[in-house]
């Protein structure tokens, strides 16, 4: 937001730089990200003065140029030759010395040099007034008061404003900050705290009467809800025209482009209190009755950007007996502004509904000076005061007379917010002891009413401009800022205390588990957690009465919260796959949400995507290809690390993979993985494999609470690995053979391992051939050939009972 030091200066007679202002506006809250020079006219007019024509010659090698001799002030004459039809002797005209820069019509600068034009020497150059900046005739020179003394600086004729425009940093919630006078205001308390009083000027409005009652337009709200407050006053006979140069130069400074004297009066008084303003052409309004309303749902409306736009059911607008003429608080119509032709006016003034307002500009993506502050919440107190400010200065650089007394709707008052302050609370916010003085002194600043004063504490009454101050935490903040958090003394000594925190806390694992992840190649996403709700078509397990629907959506692709971690990773993986980045290890940690019966439910996950190869290929080796049971690995590895095991497992029930395992204690299931499907990939325009993990996270902490890990010695003694080749039925799986073997040997034996397996020729039909590893370990002494022979001969003869097995 651009905030103009002269204009400051109208509310509060500043007593030091522009520099030292911005650093007591950042001081108070209000950061000043940059401090801008302003012109009126690009350059100032340096180097231009005022020039007397000496004599006026043909150019003796150009017909269409003249040799002038100039005199610039102490006498000094220079020879310019000038190409204007009307130059001629006796004449003040402007002349640009040498070193002068001027500015195009782009606002590209060139200099002013001594040259040559066809053999004769220029010392300078004669002006247009739209050469320097004044005015826009550039059909030749610029002829100025005879009475003017050469020499004299053009700057000094066409007083030339200088001003510095501060580019502030508005958060969200000082709304009281929205216009030069609440920063006046802000001001004003700042310094008292330096000892200096200033006093506020407060733009007067005692001039405002009613001239005559001969144009009144009804006003009617159907919802006070939307419209709390709403002010209407109409003028007569107004000229509309251009504005003064004085208040074309305060809209230019804050980078608003002067439309007219009606428009141009709106925008300063909404950038002066605040408080923004409509003018409508009275003769535009039909029925000439002014009605604030809802409207029906794909009601066609063309506004001031000549956007024809289709309204919601919610927008609220401002209409005449026939049509809408307005969205109220956000953009005015095409067909009801002020134009040239316009000699009376509607002024509105109002308090709209700030969520409502907030909803309508998202909807339609306006984005006005109007809709900023009316959805920030701006001043309930002042709209008739606003009115009766532009009232007057419209009548002042328009004419006209005020024709109607003003219309103020307002059936329900907004009372100013109560808040009890105790003492003991701010001192401990705040961290030093404030005297009660220095605390009343600075409520007063801020213009916070002290109702009553206790032993400990004191009632406060808020005005109804400061709408973020609701709390008493929210009152020491301002109490702090107005202090000066850089006035605050810190102790020699600092006292800390550390908590007691279980190992088991949702982050610290989150840490362990996403360290291990990116140890192994991974790469940690955070995916946003809007959607889609079309996405819910390609699977049956997700159902569109469980989405979480967003009010208001920024767009249909971002309209309802995730129920699921897989569609936002495919979307990374395809934006990555575009990109020519085809292997891809992601995981994140993320939320899905559900919408049932019941109630609203967040569930914690952890996604886990592989796809392409898991390693690239170097010299040494080949690139090796994620795999299903690469992705099986990495979340044994994750279960492993949070000493979780003896989990079951089975076929995933998921109709997302084609082919599918999970994995789940005795309560829950902790994670389900697998293939996607092609059909699913081909919806995201994915051509390679993608694996998927989802582990239930919350679940994850849960069980892993239970598990009780312990260190023990690493064993002295050796351990002894044997291997069978059996050949087996193709319908028996490899969990059966570990199953049998750990219930075969207990205690010696710690680890059995698949690692080759062959179906195909030299095979009779319907077998297979698994390769199985056994390794033995005894802690206590090595193992004998004839003990471990006995163990292979039991695991033998069960394989060979009860799976039919036979030893290749």
């Given at each position: 937001?651009?905030?103009?030091?002269n204009?400051?200066?109208?509310?509060?007679?500043l007593?030091?730089?522009?520099e030292?202002?911005?650093?007591?506006?950042?001081?108070?809250?209000?950061e000043?990200?940059?401090?801008?020079?302003?012109?009126?006219?690009?350059?100032?007019?340096e180097g231009?003065?005022?020039?007397?024509?000496?004599?006026?010659?043909?150019?003796p090698?150009?017909?269409?140029?003249?040799?002038t001799k100039?005199?610039?002030?102490?006498?000094?004459?220079v020879?310019?030759?000038?190409?204007a039809?009307?130059?001629a002797?006796g004449?003040?005209?402007?002349?640009?010395?040498?070193?002068?820069?001027?500015?195009?019509?782009?606002?590209?600068?060139?200099?002013?040099?001594?040259?040559?034009?066809?053999?004769?020497?220029?010392f300078?150059?004669?002006?247009?007034?739209?050469?320097?900046?004044?005015?826009?005739?550039?059909?030749?020179i610029?002829?100025?008061?005879?009475?003017?003394?050469p020499g004299?600086?053009v700057?000094?004729?066409?007083d030339v404003?200088?001003?510095k425009?501060?580019?502030?940093?508005?958060?969200?919630?000082?709304?009281?900050?929205?216009?030069?006078?609440?920063v006046?205001?802000?001001?004003?308390?700042?310094?008292q705290?330096?000892?200096?009083t200033?006093e506020?000027i407060?733009?007067?409005?005692s001039?405002f009467?009613?001239?005559?009652?001969?144009?009144?337009?009804?006003?009617f709200?159907?919802?006070?809800s939307?419209?709390?407050?709403y002010?209407?006053i109409?003028?007569s006979?107004v000229?509309?025209?251009e504005?003064?140069k004085?208040?074309?130069?305060?809209l230019?400074?804050?980078?608003?482009?002067?439309k007219n004297?009606?428009?141009?009066?709106?925008?300063?008084?909404?950038?002066?209190?605040?408080?923004?303003?409509?003018?409508?052409d009275?003769?535009?309004?039909?029925?000439n009755?002014?009605?604030?309303?809802?409207?029906?749902?794909?009601?066609?409306f063309?506004?001031?950007?000549?956007?024809?736009?289709?309204?919601?059911?919610?927008?609220?607008m401002?209409?005449?007996?026939e049509?809408?003429l307005?969205?109220?608080?956000?953009?005015?119509g095409?067909?009801?502004?002020?134009?040239?032709?316009t000699?009376?006016?509607?002024?509105?003034?109002?308090?709209?509904?700030?969520?409502?307002?907030?909803?309508?500009?998202?909807?339609?993506g306006?984005?006005?000076?109007?809709?900023?502050?009316?959805?920030?919440?701006?001043?309930?107190?002042?709209?008739?005061?606003a009115?009766?400010?532009?009232?007057?200065?419209?009548?002042?650089?328009?004419?006209?007379?005020?024709?109607s007394?003003i219309?103020?709707?307002?059936?329900k008052?907004?009372?100013?917010?109560?808040?009890?302050?105790t003492?003991?609370?701010?001192?401990?916010?705040i961290?030093?002891?404030?005297?009660?003085?220095?605390?009343?002194?600075?409520?007063?600043?801020?213009?916070?009413?002290?109702?009553?004063?206790?032993?400990t504490?004191?009632?406060l009454?808020?005005p109804s401009?400061?709408?973020?101050?609701?709390?008493?935490?929210?009152?020491?903040?301002?109490?702090?800022?107005?202090?000066?958090?850089?006035?605050?003394?810190?102790?020699?000594?600092?006292?800390?205390?550390?908590?007691?925190?279980?190992?088991?806390?949702?982050?610290?694992?989150?840490n362990i588990?996403?360290n291990?992840?990116?140890?192994q190649?991974?790469?940690?996403?955070?995916?946003?957690?809007l959607?889609?709700p079309?996405?819910?078509?390609?699977?049956?397990?997700?159902?569109?009465?469980?989405?979480?629907?967003?009010?208001?959506?920024?767009?249909?692709?971002?309209?309802?919260?995730?129920?699921?971690?897989?569609?936002?990773?495919?979307?990374?993986?395809r934006?990555?796959?575009?990109?020519?980045?085809?292997d891809?290890?992601?995981?994140?940690?993320?939320?899905?949400?559900?919408?049932?019966?019941?109630?609203?439910?967040?569930?914690?996950?952890?996604?886990?995507?592989?796809?392409?190869?898991?390693s690239?290929?170097?010299w040494?080796?080949?690139?090796?290809?994620?795999?299903?049971?690469?992705?099986?690995?990495?979340?044994?590895?994750?279960?492993?690390?949070?000493?979780i095991?003896?989990?079951?497992?089975?076929?995933?029930?998921?109709?997302i993979?084609?082919?599918?395992?999970?994995?789940?204690?005795?309560?829950?299931?902790?994670?389900?993985?697998?293939?996607?499907?092609?059909?699913?990939?081909?919806?995201f325009?994915?051509?390679?494999?993608?694996?998927f993990?989802?582990?239930?996270?919350?679940?994850?902490?849960?069980?892993?609470?239970?598990q009780?890990?312990?260190?023990?010695?690493?064993?002295?003694y050796?351990?002894?690995?044997?291997?069978?080749?059996?050949?087996?039925?193709?319908?028996?799986?490899?969990a059966?053979?570990?199953?049998?073997?750990?219930?075969?040997?207990?205690?010696?034996?710690?680890?059995?391992?698949?690692?080759?397996?062959?179906?195909?020729?030299?095979l009779?039909?319907?077998?297979k051939?698994y390769?199985?590893?056994?390794?033995?370990?005894?802690?206590?002494?090595?193992?004998?050939?004839?003990q471990?022979?006995?163990?292979?001969?039991?695991?033998?003869y069960?394989?060979?009972?009860?799976?039919?097995?036979?030893l290749r």
């Amino acid at each position: 937001m651009k905030i103009s030091y002269n204009w400051l200066k109208q509310f509060i007679k500043l007593p030091e730089d522009a520099e030292k202002t911005g650093e007591l506006l950042t001081d108070l809250g209000l950061e000043v990200e940059g401090i801008q020079s302003f012109q009126s006219v690009k350059g100032g007019l340096e180097g231009i003065v005022v020039g007397h024509v000496l004599s006026c010659e043909k150019h003796p090698n150009a017909d269409k140029l003249n040799l002038t001799k100039v005199n610039i002030g102490d006498n000094e004459e220079v020879q310019i030759v000038c190409g204007a039809p009307n130059i001629a002797a006796g004449q003040k005209v402007p002349v640009a010395t040498i070193g002068t820069v001027l500015y195009d019509e782009k606002g590209e600068e060139w200099k002013i040099k001594k040259g040559k034009i066809r053999g004769e020497s220029s010392f300078g150059m004669i002006c247009s007034e739209k050469e320097i900046g004044v005015g826009s005739s550039h059909e030749g020179i610029m002829v100025m008061d005879a009475d003017l003394i050469p020499g004299t600086p053009v700057a000094e004729i066409f007083d030339v404003e200088n001003d510095k425009v501060f580019e502030i940093g508005l958060t969200p919630n000082r709304a009281d900050a929205m216009g030069h006078w609440g920063v006046a205001r802000d001001l004003k308390a700042g310094y008292q705290q330096t000892n200096k009083t200033l006093e506020l000027i407060t733009p007067s409005v005692s001039n405002f009467h009613v001239d005559s009652r001969s144009l009144r337009i009804p006003i009617f709200v159907e919802d006070s809800s939307l419209a709390p407050r709403y002010c209407g006053i109409t003028l007569s006979d107004v000229k509309v025209g251009e504005s003064p140069k004085w208040l074309q130069n305060r809209l230019k400074a804050i980078g608003l482009t002067p439309k007219n004297n009606i428009v141009d009066v709106t925008n300063y008084v909404m950038h002066e209190l605040g408080q923004p303003l409509h003018a409508f052409d009275a003769a535009k309004i039909t029925g000439n009755e002014i009605h604030v309303k809802t409207v029906e749902a794909g009601t066609k409306f063309i506004t001031l950007d000549e956007v024809e736009r289709e309204l919601h059911e919610e927008d609220l607008m401002i209409c005449d007996k026939e049509k809408p003429l307005c969205i109220a608080g956000v953009f005015g119509g095409l067909h009801s502004g002020v134009s040239q032709n316009t000699t009376q006016i509607f002024l509105e003034s109002a308090y709209f509904n700030p969520v409502s307002v907030r909803k309508t500009a998202k909807r339609h993506g306006l984005n006005t000076d109007a809709s900023f502050r009316f959805e920030r919440g701006i001043d309930p107190s002042i709209t008739e005061y606003a009115l009766k400010r532009a009232a007057l200065l419209i009548t002042e650089l328009a004419g006209g007379e005020i024709t109607s007394d003003i219309d103020d709707l307002y059936p329900k008052k907004i009372e100013d917010f109560q808040v009890f302050l105790t003492f003991d609370k701010v001192n401990k916010l705040i961290g030093e002891n404030l005297e009660e003085e220095t605390i009343k002194s600075i409520l007063a600043s801020l213009e916070i009413r002290v109702n009553n004063v206790t032993e400990t504490g004191m009632g406060l009454t808020i005005p109804s401009y400061r709408v973020d101050v609701q709390r008493e935490s929210d009152v020491i903040e301002e109490i702090l800022r107005v202090y000066g958090y850089n006035n605050i003394k810190f102790n020699e000594k600092f006292n800390a205390s550390v908590s007691i925190s279980s190992k088991f806390e949702d982050y610290k694992l989150q840490n362990i588990i996403a360290n291990q992840l990116v140890g192994q190649g991974f790469y940690e996403t955070m995916a946003n957690s809007l959607t889609s709700p079309s996405h819910l078509e390609l699977t049956e397990q997700l159902k569109s009465e469980y989405n979480v629907e967003m009010l208001n959506p920024l767009s249909g692709d971002l309209s309802v919260m995730r129920q699921s971690m897989l569609f936002s990773g495919l979307e990374s993986i395809r934006y990555n796959l575009n990109r020519k980045r085809r292997d891809l290890k992601l995981f994140e940690f993320g939320k899905t949400y559900h919408s049932y019966v019941s109630g609203r439910v967040e569930n914690k996950h952890l996604s886990v995507f592989v796809s392409g190869d898991k390693s690239t290929e170097s010299w040494s080796a080949a690139a090796q290809k994620g795999t299903f049971f690469y992705l099986k690995g990495v979340i044994e590895a994750v279960f492993q690390r949070l000493g979780i095991k003896t989990l079951k497992s089975g076929a995933s029930k998921s109709d997302i993979f084609a082919e599918g395992l999970m994995l789940s204690s005795a309560k829950s299931k902790l994670v389900e993985f697998g293939v996607i499907k092609k059909s699913i990939l081909k919806h995201f325009d994915i051509d390679q494999e993608v694996l998927f993990a989802d582990f239930n996270w919350d679940a994850v902490i849960e069980i892993a609470k239970t598990q009780s890990n312990k260190f023990v010695d690493i064993p002295k003694y050796p351990a002894v690995r044997r291997d069978f080749a059996l050949l087996l039925d193709e319908a028996i799986s490899y969990a059966e053979i570990e199953t049998i073997a750990t219930q075969t040997e207990k205690k010696l034996l710690k680890e059995v391992n698949l690692f080759d397996v062959y179906q195909g020729d030299n095979l009779p039909e319907g077998k297979k051939s698994y390769a199985v590893s056994f390794t033995f370990q005894d802690e206590n002494k090595t193992m004998t050939d004839k003990q471990i022979d006995k163990i292979m001969s039991k695991l033998q003869y069960r394989f060979e009972n009860e799976l039919k097995a036979e030893l290749r």
